[in-house]
């Protein structure tokens, strides 16, 4: 089943485009990595799905339903969840507040949330009571994840969940999204400059550049045969 449907999307800042006829559909369960060099678009396409920016021209629908960026707290609700770059957290609210205030969380599942929380991340167990901004960086990024995870979304869009991260903290926290999208059936939208581990996790590979797609292909082949996406990198 499709859950992100993009077709002819034009998105960016001000109405100008800086993501031209990106045309992107994900299944149910399937991860698709969105690579590319710096300004290629990548994080200006996730925050149009997820209705942070506006859509200029072409269509992004999730299950069906176009998204909507005079109410993205709606497609938050909707079952869009976005680990953004900055991981968006409150740094003065303790580890459970900031679980509890996860966009699109429904009421019904906070009791459950702070167990799927630790479930998927045992390290935040003992720290549940502490405040966001006295955890290391990988302490945060886990938290940032979680809090998309918790509400059990459709799709799942995680942004740079590396950055700033030890290479051996990005190798743990990779593969559950991997996870989520095998036990939840999520789709899932991941962007990530390691290249290699992201074709590991991934089903597809979409590449962009400028704005639009140059390489869309089976990450597995692309993980075997490295020269295209070197190319596609190159332009
Ligand atoms: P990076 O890895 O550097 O984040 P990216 O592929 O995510 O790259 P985007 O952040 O989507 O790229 O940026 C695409 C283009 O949009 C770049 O040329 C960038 O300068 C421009 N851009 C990003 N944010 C804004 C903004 N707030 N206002 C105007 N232009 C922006």
Not at 107 to 119: E, I, Q, S
């Amino acid at each position: 089943m499709t859950v992100l449907s993009i077709h002819g999307l034009d998105a960016g800042y001000n109405g100008v485009p800086v993501v031209r006829g990106l045309d992107l559909e994900v299944a149910a369960g399937e991860v698709v990595a969105l690579l590319g060099p710096n300004g290629a678009g990548k994080t200006t396409t996730l925050r149009t799905i997820s209705g942070l920016l506006p859509v200029i021209q072409g269509s992004v629908d999730v299950a069906g339903e176009p998204t909507d960026s005079r109410r993205p707290y709606k497609v938050a609700r909707r079952g869009v969840a976005h680990v953004a770059e900055d991981r968006s957290l409150f740094p003065g609210l303790t580890v459970k507040e900031n679980l509890r205030l996860s966009p699109g969380l429904k009421r019904r599942d906070r009791a459950a949330a702070y167990d799927r929380a630790v479930d998927v991340f045992p390290a935040l167990g003992p720290l549940l009571n502490r405040r966001a901004g006295l955890l290391s960086g990988g302490e945060q990024q886990m938290l940032a994840v979680a809090r998309g995870i918790i509400t059990n979304p459709q799709l799942l869009l995680v942004d740079e969940m590396s950055l700033g991260l030890a290479p051996v903290i990005v190798e743990e926290m990779l593969p559950v999204v991997r996870r989520v999208a095998d036990e939840l059936n999520t789709a899932v939208v991941v962007v990530e400059q390691h290249i290699h581990l992201a074709l590991e996790l991934a089903d597809r590979a979409v590449v962009l550049a400028n704005g639009s797609v140059v390489l869309d292909g089976d990450a597995a082949a692309l993980r075997d045969d490295p020269s295209q996406i070197e190319a596609s990198y190159l332009g």
